[in-house]
Protein backbone atom coordinates (compact mmCIF):
# COMPACT_ATOMS: atom_id res chain seq x y z
CA UNK A 1 0.00 0.00 0.00
CA UNK A 2 1.26 3.39 -1.21
CA UNK A 3 1.10 4.70 2.80
CA UNK A 4 2.38 8.33 1.00
CA UNK A 5 -1.15 9.05 -0.43
CA UNK A 6 -2.98 8.91 2.71
CA UNK A 7 -0.53 11.57 3.68
CA UNK A 8 -1.59 15.27 4.89
CA UNK A 9 -2.30 17.29 1.90
CA UNK A 10 -2.51 20.62 3.58
CA UNK A 11 -0.85 22.30 6.74
CA UNK A 12 -1.30 20.31 10.28
CA UNK A 13 -0.30 21.35 13.71
CA UNK A 14 3.22 22.42 13.83
CA UNK A 15 5.56 23.15 16.94
CA UNK A 16 2.70 22.80 19.11
CA UNK A 17 0.49 25.51 17.42
CA UNK A 18 -2.55 25.48 14.82
CA UNK A 19 -2.69 26.24 11.57
CA UNK A 20 -5.72 26.18 8.86
CA UNK A 21 -7.33 23.55 8.23
CA UNK A 22 -10.19 21.91 5.67
CA UNK A 23 -13.57 21.63 7.29
CA UNK A 24 -14.32 18.84 4.75
CA UNK A 25 -11.86 16.56 5.60
CA UNK A 26 -11.80 13.23 8.10
CA UNK A 27 -8.82 13.66 9.79
CA UNK A 28 -7.09 10.30 11.34
CA UNK A 29 -4.70 10.96 14.07
CA UNK A 30 -3.10 8.24 16.74
CA UNK A 31 -5.19 7.49 19.56
CA UNK A 32 -3.85 9.51 22.46
CA UNK A 33 -4.37 6.57 24.93
CA UNK A 34 -4.42 3.03 23.23
CA UNK A 35 -1.61 1.74 21.13
CA UNK A 36 -2.48 -0.02 18.14
CA UNK A 37 -5.12 2.44 17.71
CA UNK A 38 -6.35 5.56 15.99
CA UNK A 39 -8.57 8.50 16.37
CA UNK A 40 -10.48 9.33 13.39
CA UNK A 41 -12.43 12.94 13.52
CA UNK A 42 -15.69 13.06 11.53
CA UNK A 43 -16.78 16.65 11.03
CA UNK A 44 -20.41 17.35 10.84
CA UNK A 45 -20.36 18.68 7.53
CA UNK A 46 -19.61 15.37 6.08
CA UNK A 47 -21.38 13.30 8.72
CA UNK A 48 -24.84 12.66 6.09
CA UNK A 49 -22.51 11.72 3.23
CA UNK A 50 -19.72 8.98 5.49
CA UNK A 51 -20.77 8.22 8.73
CA UNK A 52 -22.69 5.30 7.63
CA UNK A 53 -18.79 4.62 5.95
CA UNK A 54 -17.25 4.94 8.99
CA UNK A 55 -19.63 2.99 11.16
CA UNK A 56 -18.41 0.18 8.70
CA UNK A 57 -14.97 0.23 9.59
CA UNK A 58 -14.09 -3.41 11.37
CA UNK A 59 -13.69 -2.83 15.32
CA UNK A 60 -14.18 1.28 15.69
CA UNK A 61 -15.97 2.46 18.76
CA UNK A 62 -17.14 5.82 19.20
CA UNK A 63 -15.39 7.53 22.11
CA UNK A 64 -18.05 9.76 23.67
CA UNK A 65 -15.29 11.64 25.75
CA UNK A 66 -13.34 12.66 23.08
CA UNK A 67 -15.87 13.02 20.13
CA UNK A 68 -13.81 10.88 17.76
CA UNK A 69 -14.28 7.09 16.28
CA UNK A 70 -11.67 5.03 17.84
CA UNK A 71 -10.14 2.27 14.74
CA UNK A 72 -7.51 -0.48 14.74
CA UNK A 73 -4.08 0.52 13.46
CA UNK A 74 -4.13 -2.12 10.77
CA UNK A 75 -3.46 -2.78 7.40
CA UNK A 76 -7.16 -3.97 7.42
CA UNK A 77 -8.22 -0.33 8.25
CA UNK A 78 -6.15 1.43 6.04
CA UNK A 79 -7.51 -1.15 2.95
CA UNK A 80 -11.02 -0.19 3.67
CA UNK A 81 -9.89 3.78 3.93
CA UNK A 82 -8.13 3.57 0.82
CA UNK A 83 -11.03 1.90 -1.05
CA UNK A 84 -14.04 3.89 1.15
CA UNK A 85 -12.94 7.22 2.02
CA UNK A 86 -9.68 7.92 -0.26
CA UNK A 87 -10.52 11.50 -0.98
CA UNK A 88 -11.24 13.08 2.56
CA UNK A 89 -9.18 10.97 4.36
CA UNK A 90 -6.05 12.85 5.66
CA UNK A 91 -3.35 11.30 8.19
CA UNK A 92 -1.80 13.56 10.77
CA UNK A 93 1.03 11.19 11.11
CA UNK A 94 3.49 9.06 8.60
CA UNK A 95 1.88 5.49 8.66
CA UNK A 96 3.92 2.41 9.82
CA UNK A 97 5.41 -0.16 7.35
CA UNK A 98 5.09 -2.71 9.74
CA UNK A 99 1.42 -3.18 10.99
CA UNK A 100 -0.08 -6.26 11.65
CA UNK A 101 -3.51 -7.52 9.44
CA UNK A 102 -5.58 -7.15 12.35
CA UNK A 103 -5.61 -5.83 16.01
CA UNK A 104 -3.26 -7.73 18.24
CA UNK A 105 -4.62 -5.06 21.11
CA UNK A 106 -7.72 -5.67 23.41
CA UNK A 107 -8.36 -9.96 22.19
CA UNK A 108 -6.96 -11.04 25.69
CA UNK A 109 -9.25 -7.89 27.46
CA UNK A 110 -12.41 -9.20 25.17
CA UNK A 111 -12.38 -12.86 25.59
CA UNK A 112 -12.16 -12.08 29.56
CA UNK A 113 -14.92 -9.60 29.37
CA UNK A 114 -17.23 -12.23 27.64
CA UNK A 115 -16.49 -15.01 29.81
CA UNK A 116 -19.25 -15.81 32.00
CA UNK A 117 -18.30 -17.01 35.22
CA UNK A 118 -21.09 -19.14 36.99
CA UNK A 119 -20.26 -19.41 40.97
CA UNK A 120 -19.00 -22.70 42.04
CA UNK A 121 -21.42 -25.62 43.80
CA UNK A 122 -20.01 -27.42 46.95
CA UNK A 123 -20.24 -30.21 45.49
CA UNK A 124 -18.30 -28.93 42.09
CA UNK A 125 -16.54 -32.16 41.64
CA UNK A 126 -20.13 -33.51 40.42
CA UNK A 127 -20.06 -31.19 37.53
CA UNK A 128 -16.08 -32.10 36.55
CA UNK A 129 -17.23 -36.31 36.06
CA UNK A 130 -20.05 -34.74 34.06
CA UNK A 131 -17.59 -33.17 32.13
CA UNK A 132 -15.57 -35.73 32.01
CA UNK A 133 -18.38 -38.36 30.59
CA UNK A 134 -19.69 -35.63 28.55
CA UNK A 135 -16.17 -34.95 27.20
CA UNK A 136 -15.66 -39.09 26.08
CA UNK A 137 -18.66 -39.01 24.62
CA UNK A 138 -17.13 -36.42 22.21
CA UNK A 139 -20.06 -34.14 22.76
CA UNK A 140 -19.98 -31.00 21.33
CA UNK A 141 -18.19 -28.08 23.71
CA UNK A 142 -21.72 -26.07 23.76
CA UNK A 143 -23.53 -29.09 24.93
CA UNK A 144 -21.34 -29.56 27.60
CA UNK A 145 -21.51 -25.74 28.30
CA UNK A 146 -24.91 -26.16 29.16
CA UNK A 147 -25.48 -29.52 30.43
CA UNK A 148 -22.66 -28.48 32.89
CA UNK A 149 -24.18 -25.32 34.16
CA UNK A 150 -27.77 -27.03 34.13
CA UNK A 151 -26.15 -29.87 36.69
CA UNK A 152 -24.34 -26.92 38.49
CA UNK A 153 -27.44 -24.63 39.52
CA UNK A 154 -29.48 -28.00 39.87
CA UNK A 155 -27.11 -29.36 42.63
CA UNK A 156 -26.39 -25.56 44.42
CA UNK A 157 -30.02 -25.60 44.66
CA UNK A 158 -29.30 -28.08 47.37
CA UNK A 159 -26.15 -27.14 48.15
CA UNK A 160 -26.25 -28.86 51.75
CA UNK A 161 -26.89 -32.26 50.22
CA UNK A 162 -25.02 -34.46 48.02
CA UNK A 163 -26.02 -35.22 45.04
CA UNK A 164 -25.96 -39.05 45.31
CA UNK A 165 -28.37 -38.48 48.10
CA UNK A 166 -31.27 -36.80 46.56
CA UNK A 167 -34.47 -38.53 45.59
CA UNK A 168 -36.47 -38.35 42.71
CA UNK A 169 -39.03 -36.20 44.35
CA UNK A 170 -36.78 -33.63 45.21
CA UNK A 171 -35.24 -33.45 41.28
CA UNK A 172 -39.29 -33.50 40.26
CA UNK A 173 -39.07 -30.52 43.10
CA UNK A 174 -36.60 -28.56 41.59
CA UNK A 175 -38.07 -28.67 37.88
CA UNK A 176 -41.78 -27.58 39.34
CA UNK A 177 -39.87 -24.83 41.01
CA UNK A 178 -38.56 -23.36 37.88
CA UNK A 179 -41.54 -23.86 35.72
CA UNK A 180 -43.67 -21.75 38.12
CA UNK A 181 -40.98 -18.85 39.01
CA UNK A 182 -38.49 -18.87 36.41
CA UNK A 183 -41.19 -19.77 33.15
CA UNK A 184 -38.70 -21.80 31.84
CA UNK A 185 -39.44 -23.06 28.41
CA UNK A 186 -40.22 -26.58 27.00
CA UNK A 187 -36.44 -26.87 25.19
CA UNK A 188 -34.97 -25.35 28.44
CA UNK A 189 -36.81 -28.10 30.90
CA UNK A 190 -35.67 -31.19 28.44
CA UNK A 191 -31.83 -29.84 28.30
CA UNK A 192 -31.93 -29.80 32.21
CA UNK A 193 -34.02 -33.55 32.63
CA UNK A 194 -31.13 -34.52 29.97
CA UNK A 195 -28.66 -33.08 31.97
CA UNK A 196 -29.69 -34.71 35.23
CA UNK A 197 -30.10 -37.84 34.12
CA UNK A 198 -26.97 -38.42 32.30
CA UNK A 199 -25.14 -37.25 35.65
CA UNK A 200 -26.83 -39.88 37.49
CA UNK A 201 -26.85 -42.78 35.32
CA UNK A 202 -23.18 -42.34 34.15
CA UNK A 203 -21.44 -40.86 36.94
CA UNK A 204 -23.53 -41.95 39.69
CA UNK A 205 -24.89 -45.54 38.31
CA UNK A 206 -28.26 -44.44 39.99
CA UNK A 207 -30.38 -44.76 36.71
CA UNK A 208 -33.53 -45.90 38.42
CA UNK A 209 -33.68 -43.00 39.99
CA UNK A 210 -34.52 -40.90 36.65
CA UNK A 211 -35.83 -43.40 35.29
CA UNK A 212 -39.22 -42.14 32.98
CA UNK A 213 -38.49 -38.61 34.22
CA UNK A 214 -41.20 -36.23 33.31
CA UNK A 215 -40.78 -34.89 29.62
CA UNK A 216 -42.70 -32.02 28.41
CA UNK A 217 -44.93 -31.99 25.72
CA UNK A 218 -43.11 -30.34 22.76
CA UNK A 219 -45.06 -27.48 21.63
CA UNK A 220 -45.84 -28.02 17.71
CA UNK A 221 -45.10 -24.62 16.14
CA UNK A 222 -44.91 -23.26 12.95
CA UNK A 223 -41.67 -21.35 11.88
CA UNK A 224 -41.89 -17.95 10.99
CA UNK A 225 -40.98 -17.42 6.90
CA UNK A 226 -40.06 -14.28 5.31
CA UNK A 227 -41.56 -14.07 1.52
CA UNK A 228 -38.95 -13.53 -1.01
CA UNK A 229 -39.58 -9.78 -1.34
CA UNK A 230 -38.86 -9.19 2.86
CA UNK A 231 -35.79 -11.07 2.21
CA UNK A 232 -34.32 -8.91 -0.57
CA UNK A 233 -35.48 -5.84 1.26
CA UNK A 234 -33.50 -7.08 4.33
CA UNK A 235 -30.06 -7.90 2.15
CA UNK A 236 -30.99 -4.26 0.24
CA UNK A 237 -30.69 -2.66 3.45
CA UNK A 238 -28.04 -3.98 4.82
CA UNK A 239 -25.07 -2.02 3.21
CA UNK A 240 -21.89 -3.38 5.34
CA UNK A 241 -20.51 -5.51 2.76
CA UNK A 242 -18.76 -8.23 5.46
CA UNK A 243 -22.59 -8.30 7.00
CA UNK A 244 -24.42 -8.42 3.83
CA UNK A 245 -22.13 -11.56 2.97
CA UNK A 246 -23.00 -13.35 6.32
CA UNK A 247 -26.97 -12.77 5.81
CA UNK A 248 -26.20 -13.62 1.77
CA UNK A 249 -24.92 -17.38 2.30
CA UNK A 250 -27.28 -17.86 5.46
CA UNK A 251 -30.10 -17.29 2.92
CA UNK A 252 -28.22 -18.58 0.09
CA UNK A 253 -27.99 -22.28 1.53
CA UNK A 254 -29.74 -22.61 4.35
CA UNK A 255 -27.31 -22.40 6.98
CA UNK A 256 -27.50 -22.25 10.68
CA UNK A 257 -25.64 -19.54 12.41
CA UNK A 258 -23.50 -21.61 14.14
CA UNK A 259 -22.59 -23.07 10.76
CA UNK A 260 -21.82 -20.28 8.88
CA UNK A 261 -19.03 -18.77 11.28
CA UNK A 262 -17.45 -22.02 11.32
CA UNK A 263 -16.83 -21.75 7.76
CA UNK A 264 -13.40 -22.02 6.16
CA UNK A 265 -11.79 -20.64 3.43
CA UNK A 266 -11.67 -23.93 1.28
CA UNK A 267 -15.93 -24.95 2.67
CA UNK A 268 -16.77 -22.38 -0.18
CA UNK A 269 -16.09 -24.24 -3.50
CA UNK A 270 -17.05 -21.51 -6.15
CA UNK A 271 -16.20 -23.86 -9.14
CA UNK A 272 -19.50 -26.41 -7.86
CA UNK A 273 -21.77 -23.49 -6.75
CA UNK A 274 -21.71 -25.20 -3.63
CA UNK A 275 -20.84 -24.86 0.50
CA UNK A 276 -18.92 -27.78 2.50
CA UNK A 277 -20.83 -27.84 5.88
CA UNK A 278 -18.48 -29.71 7.82
CA UNK A 279 -19.21 -31.09 11.50
CA UNK A 280 -23.14 -29.82 11.80
CA UNK A 281 -25.52 -30.61 13.84
CA UNK A 282 -25.47 -34.48 14.84
CA UNK A 283 -21.91 -34.49 13.80
CA UNK A 284 -22.99 -34.77 10.15
CA UNK A 285 -21.00 -33.33 6.83
CA UNK A 286 -22.77 -31.65 3.96
CA UNK A 287 -23.28 -29.58 0.69
CA UNK A 288 -25.52 -26.92 0.49
CA UNK A 289 -26.14 -24.63 -2.55
CA UNK A 290 -23.86 -21.45 -3.00
CA UNK A 291 -25.58 -18.60 -5.10
CA UNK A 292 -23.48 -16.91 -7.89
CA UNK A 293 -24.48 -13.64 -6.46
CA UNK A 294 -24.09 -14.84 -3.23
CA UNK A 295 -20.20 -15.66 -4.57
CA UNK A 296 -19.78 -12.08 -6.58
CA UNK A 297 -20.10 -10.71 -3.22
CA UNK A 298 -17.95 -12.84 -0.87
CA UNK A 299 -15.46 -11.69 -3.78
CA UNK A 300 -15.34 -8.55 -3.09
CA UNK A 301 -15.37 -9.28 0.80
CA UNK A 302 -12.27 -11.28 0.11
CA UNK A 303 -10.15 -9.06 -1.45
CA UNK A 304 -11.06 -6.49 1.22
CA UNK A 305 -10.80 -7.92 4.38
CA UNK A 306 -8.47 -10.93 3.32
CA UNK A 307 -9.46 -13.23 6.20
CA UNK A 308 -7.24 -15.99 6.91
CA UNK A 309 -8.95 -18.58 8.45
CA UNK A 310 -12.36 -18.70 8.92
CA UNK A 311 -14.30 -17.63 5.96
CA UNK A 312 -15.62 -14.26 8.74
CA UNK A 313 -13.28 -13.07 11.46
CA UNK A 314 -13.23 -10.99 14.03
CA UNK A 315 -11.38 -7.86 14.97
CA UNK A 316 -9.17 -10.17 16.75
CA UNK A 317 -9.25 -13.42 14.06
CA UNK A 318 -10.72 -16.36 15.17
CA UNK A 319 -14.50 -16.75 14.29
CA UNK A 320 -16.90 -13.84 14.16
CA UNK A 321 -19.43 -13.89 17.19
CA UNK A 322 -22.32 -15.06 17.17
CA UNK A 323 -24.03 -12.14 18.78
CA UNK A 324 -22.75 -9.78 16.43
CA UNK A 325 -24.37 -11.29 13.78
CA UNK A 326 -27.79 -11.20 15.47
CA UNK A 327 -27.06 -7.74 16.23
CA UNK A 328 -26.69 -7.14 12.43
CA UNK A 329 -29.69 -9.29 11.56
CA UNK A 330 -31.97 -6.93 14.24
CA UNK A 331 -30.93 -3.74 13.10
CA UNK A 332 -31.31 -4.93 9.24
CA UNK A 333 -35.18 -6.28 9.84
CA UNK A 334 -35.80 -2.88 11.67
CA UNK A 335 -34.96 -0.88 8.77
CA UNK A 336 -36.53 -3.18 6.15
CA UNK A 337 -39.81 -3.46 7.79
CA UNK A 338 -39.71 -6.92 8.14
CA UNK A 339 -41.61 -9.38 10.71
CA UNK A 340 -40.68 -8.24 14.25
CA UNK A 341 -39.88 -11.98 15.55
CA UNK A 342 -37.69 -12.67 12.77
CA UNK A 343 -34.61 -14.43 13.63
CA UNK A 344 -31.04 -14.89 11.86
CA UNK A 345 -32.75 -18.49 12.07
CA UNK A 346 -35.72 -17.37 10.17
CA UNK A 347 -33.59 -16.97 6.91
CA UNK A 348 -32.99 -21.04 6.82
CA UNK A 349 -36.77 -21.67 7.23
CA UNK A 350 -36.91 -19.14 4.47
CA UNK A 351 -34.57 -20.83 2.17
CA UNK A 352 -36.55 -24.20 2.89
CA UNK A 353 -39.90 -22.73 2.06
CA UNK A 354 -39.07 -20.78 -1.14
CA UNK A 355 -37.07 -23.90 -2.65
CA UNK A 356 -40.38 -25.83 -1.93
CA UNK A 357 -42.74 -23.57 -3.23
CA UNK A 358 -39.92 -23.24 -6.19
CA UNK A 359 -40.92 -27.31 -6.68
CA UNK A 360 -37.70 -29.04 -5.51
CA UNK A 361 -38.28 -32.31 -4.19
CA UNK A 362 -38.52 -32.53 -0.18
CA UNK A 363 -35.92 -35.19 -0.48
CA UNK A 364 -33.52 -32.66 -1.71
CA UNK A 365 -34.70 -30.04 0.85
CA UNK A 366 -33.95 -32.36 3.70
CA UNK A 367 -30.07 -33.22 2.32
CA UNK A 368 -29.48 -29.21 1.91
CA UNK A 369 -30.79 -28.35 5.54
CA UNK A 370 -29.10 -31.88 6.99
CA UNK A 371 -32.11 -33.19 8.55
CA UNK A 372 -32.05 -36.86 10.23
CA UNK A 373 -35.63 -37.48 9.49
CA UNK A 374 -38.09 -36.72 7.03
CA UNK A 375 -40.87 -35.62 9.20
CA UNK A 376 -38.39 -32.33 10.27
CA UNK A 377 -38.40 -31.45 7.05
CA UNK A 378 -42.13 -32.33 6.04
CA UNK A 379 -42.88 -29.16 8.26
CA UNK A 380 -42.24 -27.13 6.02
CA UNK A 381 -45.42 -28.30 3.68
CA UNK A 382 -47.63 -26.66 6.63
CA UNK A 383 -46.29 -23.04 5.62
CA UNK A 384 -45.62 -23.32 1.97
CA UNK A 385 -48.29 -20.55 0.32
CA UNK A 386 -48.05 -22.50 -3.08
CA UNK A 387 -51.58 -23.13 -4.43
CA UNK A 388 -52.79 -20.66 -2.08
CA UNK A 389 -54.70 -18.65 -4.95
CA UNK A 390 -56.70 -21.87 -5.81
CA UNK A 391 -58.26 -22.43 -2.78
CA UNK A 392 -61.67 -20.02 -1.38
CA UNK A 393 -63.61 -20.76 1.82
CA UNK A 394 -66.77 -22.69 1.34
CA UNK A 395 -68.65 -19.16 2.57
CA UNK A 396 -68.51 -17.84 -0.89
CA UNK A 397 -70.80 -20.24 -2.41
CA UNK A 398 -73.06 -19.84 0.56
CA UNK A 399 -76.13 -17.13 -0.79
CA UNK A 400 -76.03 -14.86 2.49
Known amino acids: MNTSYFMPKGKWPVNNSMVAEPAAIVRIELHPDKPGWLALYLPYVLVADYLVIVKNIHGRKWNAEGKFWEIPYTRLTLRFIEQYLPEVARFAFQVRKDLPERSIYGALESRVRNKREYPAARYEAAVTALEQILVLKRYSWRTIKTYKNALRQFIRFYDEIKP ?229 SPLEDLDV
Open 164 to 392: SALSRKQIDQYIFQLIEERHISESYQNQILSAIKLFYVEVLGQAEKVKGLIRPKRPRKLPQVLTESEVERLLQVTKNLKHRCILMIVYSGGLRLGEVLRLRIPDVQAEKQRIFIRGAKGKKDRYTLLSAKAFQNLQEYFKLYQPVEWVFEGVHGGPYSERSVQHIFIRAKIRAGIHPHATVHTLRHSFATHLLEKGVDLRYIQDLLGHESSKTTEIYTHITKKGWDKLK
